[in-house]
């Protein structure tokens, strides 16, 4: 009994690790993934752009169909709009991934989790928009309030504050957009990503190691 006493504890302090071994293979696994991040910070700041210029060109969009009074045209119209965009960023994505999973060389638990969430988060924006829908509400404040979560909740994992703040900047223009109506909603939601996506994503792009 006592010699299984010795071999356990031998075994177990081999095994042992330290707070500060802990805390240093922690740090090298989120500087690793960040490594993997700022490398996919391409596909962020991609959709980026997509949904900032389909913010933008909505708003010329319905302030030209109705300064024409052309009212049984905005459906169309705006539907056009989103669909040809998100579908070119979809074309895009589909290249830039492929590029990015060649050239990967590091890969982390970390990218998987946040991997999930944001599959998450894509599924609550559908979720709330067809609860909007059915309700006859604005969407808006609640997907820039997903957006948020999504964006704060990757900036505090991956420990980069510029992405946290973005994060919080969506949280900001969600509760603004209850003060808004109509087109200058598209302008708050283009403003809410330049903020919230962009400025930080191109910040993670070209952060130190």
């Known amino acids: 009994m006592c010699l299984y006493k010795y071999i356990n504890r031998k075994i177990m302090d081999k095994n042992y690790l330290t707070p500060e ?15 993997n991040y700022k490398e996919s910070a391409q596909i962020f700041l991609l959709w980026g752009w997509i949904l900032t210029i389909a913010c933008f060109a ?10 024409k009074e052309a009212y049984a045209q905005i459906g169309l119209y705006s539907i056009g709009n989103w669909v040809v965009l998100i579908l070119i ?30 599959i998450v988060a894509i599924g609550s924006y559908l979720v709330a928009a ?27 994992l991956l420990r980069f504050r510029p992405l946290a703040i973005g994060g919080i900047a969506f949280f900001i223009f969600s ?10 909603l598209n302008l708050l939601a283009g403003a809410a990503i330049i903020f919230g996506q962009l400025i930080p994503g191109y910040l993670l792009k070209s952060a130190k190691e």
């Open 21 to 35: 071994e802990s805390f240093t293979i922690i740090t090298k696994a989120i500087s690793n993934f960040k490594t």
């Open 58 to 67: 909505q708003f010329i969009i319905l302030k030209i169909l109705q300064s």
């Open 89 to 118: 960023g979809f074309i895009i994505q589909f290249f830039v991934l492929r590029k990015i999973d060649k050239e990967k060389k590091v890969r982390s638990y970390l990218e998987g989790y946040l991997k999930s969430l944001w």
């Open 130 to 156: 067809i609860i909007c829908i059915k309700l006859a509400i604005e969407p808006l404040p609640i997907i820039l309030l997903i957006a948020g979560i999504g964006t704060t909740t990757t900036g505090l």
């Open 175 to 184: 509760i603004a957009t209850t003060f808004v109506s109509g087109e200058y």
